[in-house]
T-cell receptor
Framework: DAKTTQPTSMDCAEGRAANLPCNHSTISGNEYVYWYRQIHSQGPQYIIHGLKNNETNEMASLIITEDRKSSTLILPHATLRDTAVYYCIVRVPTGTYKYIFGTGTRLKVLA | DVKVTQSSRYLVKRTGEKVFLECVQDMDHENMFWYRQDPGLGLRLIYFSYDVKMKEKGDIPEGYSVSREKKERFSLILESASTNQTSMYLC??????????FGPGTRLTVL
């Protein structure tokens, strides 16, 4: 799996968009970008994933650059409940392979 | 919505006890996983199962065993609990499409 680099921490004002970047310069053509988050003392929660097109669901949007070397997760209107550690993972969807979570970005949403 | 449940959120056991952690998913997923999560070490795969009665060792299977008698249920067994097995235990499930959905976690303390 390709290595990812994320900022250690970020703050965001409540109600504003939170933009979380991820660098994955060694990504290969068949690797997808996945985003998960983990709220303190809970299990990781799936947010979104994509290959090369931008994706949006009810939780977030995923913007992947044209060269696929980086991506941004966007939470359009952050709330206090979005305070969590956000993990960016790149992997080939094999179905039975383990997930490797890096250190992630600790997002704090401020009132 | 995918739902993965784990039998306990918090558990305290004594050294040498046999411990059962149970995980149930309601989405007919073929694949199920057990991880442990420790500060600074990230997520580590203990065992996974790709079908009923099938299991594969992950990265750290020593001291653990698993059982999958029904498709929806995957149990992790600590044959003789030790203090170094104090950890957060996370269960996950997936279809062959690979997105893994995690349970809420069980925080196990072995005294």
């Amino acid at each position: 799996d390709a290595k990812t680099t994320q900022p250690t921490s970020m703050d965001c004002a409540e109600g504003r968009a939170a933009n979380l970047p991820c660098n994955h310069s060694t990504i290969s053509g068949n690797e997808y970008v996945y985003w998960y988050r983990q709220i303190h003392s809970q299990g990781p929660q799936y947010i979104i994933h994509g290959l090369k097109n931008n994706e949006t669901n009810e939780m977030a949007s995923l913007i992947i650059t044209e060269d696929r070397k980086s991506s941004t997760l966007i939470l359009p209107h952050a709330t206090l409940r979005d305070t969590a550690v956000y993990y960016c993972i790149v992997r080939v969807p094999t179905g039975t392979y383990k997930y490797i979570f890096g250190t992630g970005t600790r997002l704090k949403v401020l009132a | 919505d995918v739902k993965v449940t784990q039998s306990s959120r918090y558990l305290v056991k004594r050294t040498g006890e046999k411990v059962f952690l149970e995980c149930v998913q309601d989405m007919d997923h073929e694949n199920m996983f057990w991880y442990r999560q420790d500060p600074g070490l990230g997520l580590r795969l203990i065992y996974f199962s790709y079908d009923v009665k099938m299991k594969e060792k992950g990265d750290i299977p020593e001291g653990y065993s698993v059982s999958r008698e029904k498709k929806e249920r995957f149990s992790l067994i600590l044959e003789s609990a030790s203090t170094n097995q104090t950890s957060m235990y996370l269960c996950a499930s997936s279809l062959s499409t690979d997105t893994q959905y995690f349970g809420p976690g069980t925080r196990l303390t072995v005294l």
